[in-house]
């Protein structure tokens, strides 16, 4: 079946900084990602929708110049949360929509912990 | 706007028992509803989805669902559980079928528990 990878699976940053997370379609192409967010014990939240060659679509609430969204190819799409606080720390979702057969497959998500 | 309800957060059963896992939906659309289910470190995995076609529809490792309009529910059962289906389970409403664009509204999950 089609494979959704998120590199990396866990990370650890400091305050202030930066993280970026990668999510790839290592088998097919993806014009549209998704991101989503899930906290402890709750489900997930969509945050913004990843669209090849376009600015991504955020959803109400999600901050765009917190969370940016690249989607440069069409197996890549990129989400970088910015001078990161404790409180982004959360589990961090892809998803990524196969063209080809309409299917929407789920990358392993991201465990970021802001300290 | 659409949402669903997981009624239960968590779900626990002997090896070899029955499986319901509860789940209802609210829509505006004509909806397309879906199970997903999450192993530890795991992405998500589709295990049905009901799109308007046939009511009860069968998924895979023998999970199926029944979609009932007049009870705005699409409740998952397994005749007899495996140890192997222990996991977080969600359902998930779509106004489309993944195959459009359209935004999926998680359930809060359900974590199904099964002992020996």
């Known amino acids: 079946g089609a494979v959704v990878s998120q590199h990396p699976s866990r990370v650890i940053c400091k305050s202030g900084t930066s993280v970026k997370i990668e999510c790839r379609s290592l088998?097919?192409?993806?014009?549209?990602m998704f991101w989503y967010r899930q906290f402890p014990k709750k489900s997930l939240m969509l945050m913004a929708t990843s669209n090849e060659g376009s600015k991504a679509t955020y959803e109400q609430g999600v901050e765009k110049d917190k969370f940016l969204i690249n989607h440069a190819s069409l197996t890549l799409s990129t989400l970088t949360v910015t001078s990161a606080h404790p409180e982004d720390s959360s589990f961090y979702i892809c998803s990524a929509r196969d063209t080809r057969v309409h299917e929407q497959y789920f990358g392993p998500g991201t465990r970021l912990t802001v300290t | 706007a659409q949402s669903v309800t997981q009624l239960d957060s968590h779900v626990s059963v002997s090896e070899g028992t029955p499986v319901l896992l509860r789940c209802n939906y609210s829509?505006?659309?004509?909806?397309?509803l879906f199970w997903y289910v999450q192993h530890p470190n795991k992405g998500l995995q589709l295990l049905l989805k009901?799109?308007?076609?046939?009511?009860l529809v069968k998924g895979i490792n023998g999970f199926e669902a029944e979609f009932k309009k007049s009870e705005t529910s699409f409740h998952l059962t397994k005749p007899s559980a495996h140890m192997s289906d222990a996991a977080e389970y969600f359902c998930v409403v779509s106004d489309g079928d993944t195959g459009t664009a359209s935004k999926l509204t998680f359930g809060t999950g359900t974590r199904l528990q099964v002992t020996l």
């Open positions: 009901y799109t308007s076609a046939a009511t």
């Open positions: 088998d097919f192409q993806a014009t549209t």
């Open positions: 829509s505006s659309y004509s909806p397309s």
